[in-house]
Each structure stands twice: as structure tokens, then as C-alpha cells.
């Protein structure tokens, strides 16, 4: 008869989380899990798996919050202009309050572990995918309401703005400073114009 669990594993997910953000994959051990987790080694095991698979769960759980915020503020605006400005102040604020450089778990992982594992490389691919998909239909949107000309692509422009916010987060873990991170996003809206 198998063993009632003892701890919540939602609970344990979000600390293994905090701690893959901070270090990243190869610099967390095991050790640093079940610490920070506060369980211990079988139960990590028999509950995620290997440190890949808890991993894994950490990075998709991150992305998933991360790519709902973003795209909480492209819906919650009537004007789609305004939504991706949101969109952008949101990830500025974010990188601006981020004092421990952490950054962003996503693109991290993309710098550390992509080019070794095509498993992750596909992962991010459908993640930004999706931005993508939302900002080129607010673009759409505002094209058809005469805020962006007509002869820009939406699909180019959205892949600038994704490229936009790789970029906030890599400026954010090394230099968080507001004024740079608003300075990039104010001109990447002045670019849509």
C-alpha cells in the first residue's frame, strides 16, 4: 500500500520553481531541491521524477503564468495599441523590480539548455509562438483601425515585439535599471507607427 503524501505537491512544484529561476538547471543539485522543497529525496523522485522532469514542470508552469499575463494585457485593453504598451510597461516593471537579476525563467533556460536539448528548443518555440499569434492579431486589429499603416506586416512587426521582450529580459539581468528598460519598449511602440 502506497504511502499518503506528506506535503503538497503544488506547493513543493512552486519552491523547486524559485529555485531553478535563481540557479538554473545545472547549478541546482538535488540537495538544493529537497532543501528547498523540504522533502525529501524519495518523495522528490517518486512525486517528479528525475531533476529533468521536475525541471520540466518548473519551467512549464513559469511559462504558462508568464505568457497569461502577458496576454491578460493585450485582452483586458479595447484599444490594441494600448494593449501591447501594457504588455510592454508589464515586462519593464517586472525587469525594473527584479533586484536579484534572476530574469526571466524562459529565456535563461533558451541561453542554457536549447541548443543542447531540441525537447526545450520546441517548448520555447510553441510559448513564443503563441505571444506571437496575439500580438500579430492586436497588430491586425490596429492595422484595420488605421493606428499602424497599411503597409507594415503584422506578423513581422510581432515577431520585432517578441524580440523585444527577449531582449528586456536579457537587459533586465544585467543592468534593471527603469529608465533603459522604458527607453527600448517606448521605442519599439514609436517602431509600430
Given at each position: 500500500?502506497?504511502?499518503?503524501?506528506?506535503?503538497?505537491?503544488?506547493?513543493?512544484?512552486?519552491?523547486?520553481?524559485?529555485?531553478?529561476?535563481?540557479?538554473?538547471?545545472a547549478?541546482?543539485?538535488?540537495?538544493?531541491?529537497?532543501?528547498?522543497?523540504?522533502?525529501?529525496?524519495?518523495?522528490?523522485?517518486?512525486?517528479?521524477?528525475?531533476?529533468?522532469?521536475?525541471?520540466?514542470?518548473?519551467?512549464?508552469?513559469?511559462?504558462?503564468?508568464?505568457?497569461?499575463?502577458?496576454?491578460?494585457?493585450?485582452?483586458?485593453?479595447?484599444?490594441?495599441v494600448?494593449g501591447?504598451?501594457?504588455?510592454?510597461?508589464?515586462?519593464?516593471?517586472?525587469?525594473?523590480?527584479?533586484?536579484?537579476?534572476?530574469?526571466?525563467?524562459?529565456?535563461?533556460?533558451?541561453?542554457?539548455?536549447?541548443?543542447?536539448?531540441?525537447?526545450?528548443?520546441?517548448?520555447?518555440?510553441?510559448?513564443?509562438?503563441?505571444?506571437?499569434?496575439?500580438?500579430?492579431?492586436?497588430?491586425?486589429?490596429?492595422?484595420?483601425?488605421?493606428?499602424?499603416?497599411?503597409?507594415?506586416?503584422?506578423?513581422?512587426?510581432?515577431?520585432?515585439?517578441?524580440?523585444?521582450?527577449?531582449?528586456?529580459?536579457?537587459?533586465?539581468?544585467?543592468?534593471?535599471?527603469?529608465?533603459?528598460?522604458?527607453?527600448?519598449?517606448?521605442?519599439?511602440?514609436a517602431?509600430?507607427?
Open positions: 500500500m502506497a504511502r499518503k503524501r506528506e506535503f503538497d505537491e503544488d506547493e513543493a512544484l512552486e519552491k523547486a520553481l524559485e529555485v531553478f529561476h535563481r540557479q538554473g538547471f547549478a541546482t543539485s538535488m540537495q538544493d531541491l529537497v532543501d528547498a522543497m523540504g522533502i525529501g529525496r524519495g518523495s522528490l523522485y517518486e512525486t517528479f521524477g528525475s531533476k529533468e522532469e521536475l525541471f520540466a514542470r518548473a519551467l512549464r508552469r513559469y511559462a504558462e503564468r508568464s505568457l497569461d499575463g502577458m496576454l491578460a494585457c493585450l485582452l483586458a485593453a479595447d484599444d490594441p494600448r501591447i504598451a501594457d504588455l510592454l510597461g508589464k515586462v519593464v516593471d517586472n525587469h525594473a523590480a527584479n533586484r536579484d537579476r534572476s530574469g526571466c525563467m524562459v529565456v535563461n533556460t533558451i541561453v542554457e539548455l536549447a541548443p543542447q536539448d531540441p525537447a526545450f528548443a520546441d517548448t520555447f518555440r510553441s510559448v513564443w509562438s503563441r505571444l506571437e499569434g496575439a500580438l500579430e492579431a492586436a497588430l491586425a486589429r490596429a492595422q484595420a483601425q488605421g493606428r499602424i499603416p497599411a503597409d507594415r506586416s503584422p506578423k513581422a512587426l510581432a515577431r520585432f515585439l517578441v524580440g523585444t521582450i527577449q531582449g528586456l529580459a536579457v537587459r533586465g539581468k544585467y543592468d534593471p535599471d527603469r529608465e533603459g528598460l522604458a527607453d527600448v519598449a517606448d521605442t519599439a511602440l517602431a509600430l507607427a
